[in-house]
């Protein structure tokens, strides 16, 4: 049993800030929470100050208290470590602690995240009381989880003071071990960028021009690991003084700033924030995205939603609640794609402070109003729900991500500005999302079995290693589709030399003769090979922003521009090895990548999880170990839908026998719509999660 938690089922609750409140509201809220369904609370998250009240005072008393409280109700607690909003005393105490931007203003204290990734002065804080909540708790039976920091990267990600700056310096001697190694892979011939000793080295500070993209390249790197030697540092006390208990930190989705496959190395398992708008009718497929790379990031285990809102936010310019079905329908949706757990920020709301318009599981109402019933109704649905913890996602498809290469991407100077890793990234991952077709992210040297298509939407970094790991699958009958401004770089963010794309030239089977980026406002109009002027439903493809004059050398044409300077030339190719094909982009087709998807989706016999879905339908299946299948249906749509079904199967969510033996109905009115036949009807924002027992495929 692949359980996140020593606690069973999937795990329901969200942050606690009893810090804000007078000790009879605890008892309150316990009762409450007990009410609920919760049990897994986040406590201590932002409660520095109250715990170490000065340099030599402790103060446990109240957090003992507490979590006495909360065992005796049932609840298991997730304690963080505290540590991402260092207190006033301290900050006084080492003004240097508070980071620094690239124009040398010092962020002042009176928000949160207000340190210096490289500050020793923070850090040895920062551990110290890491291992007093370590050594006074390991044993606490309410403890559950670690919760190390909060959002590493959320406001802070850089500081570019004196210590940063020794610090940086630090871990350029260690990559690149002489200065001789960092003018070469600097690129420092450039505009006499030379430097004698790495003393002469600086962080890439506001510049009067365009700064060196390699020092940039690198400072990147830097950043991220330096946040992630601080997630490190708080890891090893609690391994150390708390072992046996899981440790995370909660990532914030596809966030730029953290190579989250190096950190998720440092994770027992992954857990996440996700905050998608009520007001942007795609935010469902951005947030399957997100999940899936949150399952993907320890290699499909079991993921948490560590927070989601209940209804709106506060740091949005205009902040749109979520209609109660909207609610139970996206926190079903991270379930769907692999989560164990549907946490919030926060259990009660508060009164006071920045956040205090947030919506919150036990909302300023208090239990009177719609707000505390979603808060009911969710509790009791996770727990029908229980039996699907620890029961994993099979990906179709595997998309390529890396850090490195995003970074590279959107470096300034480039042909376009336009071209960035998300919008690139976006429509290939709507185009398999509306065909149904499950999606595994994966590192570039990760492994690539058990994927028959790899999609690359950008890889303008490519080493030639990894160029060599990506022909070795095609030649071994893989399928690889790679978008534009591909294969460009070296890992120095050198230009691979003799014509782009460097080292897929040859797996390609094509050279680019010039990038064409194309004006913003215009496209160029793309038509696929073999289909004719009237052919529905897309006779013709637009590709904006991106264009490239290319010459093929053994691919095939699959797709030509029809208008602009590149009429007539090549805009999709193909290059076929044996079994094993690569596909080339030229262009960003944007809304219009799918069709040119659908071609190797078919030739590389890849597709959706539930063939014949009506649109607006979702549908991911969660295998357990013994063969149980879990078919989640979530309609996202604003209309009744109608999802044929094959086989019988029970519906959790209300534990009705949807279908039994052969294809009788037994189940009708289920509140998620009704069955009749074979085809279950979803009412809009409806779902269903049916249990189909093994053996899985039936006649
Ligand atoms: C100016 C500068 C050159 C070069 C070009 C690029 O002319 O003098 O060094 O940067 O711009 O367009
Ligand atoms: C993030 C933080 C929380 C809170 C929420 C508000 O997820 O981790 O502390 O600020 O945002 O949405």
């Known amino acids: 049993m692949d359980r996140l938690t020593r606690v069973p089922g999937l795990l329901y609750g969200g942050d606690w800030n009893p810090e804000q409140w007078p000790e009879e509201v605890w008892a309150q809220d ?16 932002f409660s520095w100050a109250r715990l170490q009240p000065d340099a030599h005072r402790w103060d446990f008393g109240w957090l003992d208290r507490l979590l006495d409280l909360v065992h005796r109700h049932g609840i298991a607690v997730d304690l963080a470590t505290a540590t991402a909003s260092p207190p006033a005393w301290l900050v006084r105490a080492h003004p240097d602690l508070l980071p620094v931007t690239a124009d040398g203003v010092r962020l002042e204290f009176g928000s949160r995240q207000h340190y210096c990734p490289s500050s020793p002065a923070y850090r040895a804080a920062a551990v110290r009381l890491t291992r007093r909540l370590a050594e006074r708790y390991h044993g606490h039976p309410a403890l559950a989880l670690w919760h190390v920091h909060n959002e590493y990267g959320d406001h802070v990600q850089e500081c570019f003071c004196a210590g940063s700056a020794a610090d940086f ?43 060196n993209p390699t020092q940039l390249l690198d400072w990147r790197r830097f950043c991220s690991d330096a946040l992630l030697a601080l997630h490190r540092a708080e890891k090893a006390v609690l391994d150390e003084v708390s072992p046996g208990v899981p440790v995370t930190t909660n990532f914030m989705s596809m966030l730029k700033a953290l190579d989250y496959w190096e950190w998720s190395r440092y994770e027992d398992f992954v857990s996440d924030d996700a905050y998608p708008d009520p007001a942007d009718p795609r935010a469902h497929v951005n947030a399957a995205m997100n999940y899936d790379l949150m399952r993907s990031l320890k ?21 749109v609640p979520k209609r109660p079905d909207l609610y139970r329908l996206w926190s079903l949706q991270a379930l769907a794609r692999g989560a164990d757990g549907v946490l919030h920020f926060q259990w009660r709301a508060s009164v006071a402070g920045a956040e205090k318009f947030h919506s919150a599981m036990l909302p300023h109402r208090g239990t009177a109003g719609r707000g505390w019933q979603r808060t009911v109704a969710l509790g009791a649905e996770l727990r029908r729900l229980g039996e699907v913890a620890g029961s994993r996602i099979r990906g179709q498809v595997g998309v390529l991500l890396d850090w490195d290469s995003w970074w590279a991407l959107e470096l300034d100077d480039h042909p376009s500005a336009r071209m960035r890793w998300p919008d690139l990234l976006r429509p290939w991952y709507a185009a398999l999302y509306e065909r149904g077709v499950t999606v595994g992210f994966l590192p570039p040297t990760a492994g690539y079995e ?8 950008n890889l303008y970094l490519l080493d030639t290693a990894t160029a060599e790991r990506l ?3 095609v030649h071994g009958g893989g399928h690889l589709v790679c978008g534009p401004f591909s294969g460009i770089t070296d890992r120095h963010d050198h230009i691979h030399p003799g014509g782009h794309p460097g080292p897929l030239r040859a797996l390609l089977g094509l050279v680019v003769d010039e990038h064409w980026p194309i004006p913003d406002g215009e496209a160029t109009i793309v038509r696929l090979d073999g289909t004719d002027r009237d052919a529905e439903p897309h006779p013709e493809l637009r590709a904006e922003h991106w264009s490239e004059w290319i010459e093929p050398e053994g691919a095939e044409t699959v797709a030509r521009y029809t208008s602009g300077e590149l009429a007539g030339r090549p805009a999709v190719t193909r290059h076929r090895h044996g079994t094993g094909s690569a596909w080339y982009l030229s262009c960003h087709l944007g809304p219009d990548t799918g069709p040119v998807l659908d071609l190797a989706l078919t030739e590389s016999g890849a597709g959706p999880e539930l063939p014949g879905l009506p649109e607006g339908v979702e549908a991911t299946r969660r295998r357990a170990a013994d063969g149980t299948a879990y078919l989640f249906l979530l309609n996202h749509g604003p209309a009744e839908a109608r999802v044929p079904l094959a086989r019988p199967g029970t519906d959790l969510l209300t534990g009705t026998e949807l279908l039994t033996g052969t294809d009788l109905l037994t189940g009708t009115d289920l509140h998620t719509g009704s069955a009749t036949g074979t085809t279950l009807t979803l009412a809009p924002l409806g779902a269903a999660v049916l249990r189909l027992p093994a053996p899985e495929e039936r006649p």
């Open 30 to 45: 316990v009762e409450l929470m007990a009410e609920a369904g919760v049990n897994l609370v986040t406590v201590g998250v």
């Open 471 to 473: 022909t070795g699958y």
């Open 450 to 457: 058990g994927y028959r298509l790899l999609l690359a939407p």
């Open 299 to 319: 290699a499909g285990r079991p993921w948490l939603l560590m927070e989601q809102a209940p209804s709106a936010v506060s740091w949005r310019p205009v902040n």
């Open 169 to 211: 310096r630090r871990w350029l001697r260690q990559r690149h071990g002489t200065v001789e190694e960092l003018n070469r892979s600097w690129g420092t011939a450039f505009w006499s960028q030379r430097y004698n000793s790495f003393d002469q080295v600086e962080p890439p500070r506001t510049a009067p021009g365009p700064v």
